[in-house]
């Protein structure tokens, strides 16, 4: 049974850092696409930035050059940088986890930006 579990979240000031972490377990192997979308109250949610297999990256325009997503497969676990927050990245942040097919979702971890 595949489980992720975030964590990293918090309360930040404007202009602060955040990583957010996304721990995987019971996935089958190392190659598996992965990403990071958040949702903030009464909006829909966003993806903010994806990994391929490949290691090819993408990111939102609106988190470009603040955001950065990355994996150490040695722990299991994908991360997202956050530098430069806004309160506009104010939401829940959602690990998800796609491999041979099968989606896999965290629990979501709150980032709140504010004075």
């Known amino acids: 049974q595949v489980q992720l579990v975030e964590s990293g979240g918090g309360l930040v000031r404007p202009g602060g850092s955040l990583r957010l972490s996304c721990v995987h377990s019971?996935?089958?192997?190392?190659?598996?696409?992965a990403e990071w979308s958040r949702q903030a109250p009464g909006k829909q949610r966003e993806e903010v930035a994806e990994i391929h297999s490949y290691d090819g990256k993408q990111y939102a325009d609106s988190v470009k050059g603040r955001f950065t997503i990355s994996r150490d497969n040695a722990k299991n676990t994908v991360y997202l940088q956050m530098t430069s927050l806004k309160p506009e990245d104010t939401a829940v942040y959602y690990c998800?986890?796609?491999?041979?097919?099968?989606?896999?979702w965290g629990q979501g971890t709150q980032v709140t930006v504010s004075p």
């Open positions: 019971g996935l089958r192997k190392d190659t598996y696409f």
């Open positions: 998800h986890i796609r491999q041979n097919g099968q989606d896999y």
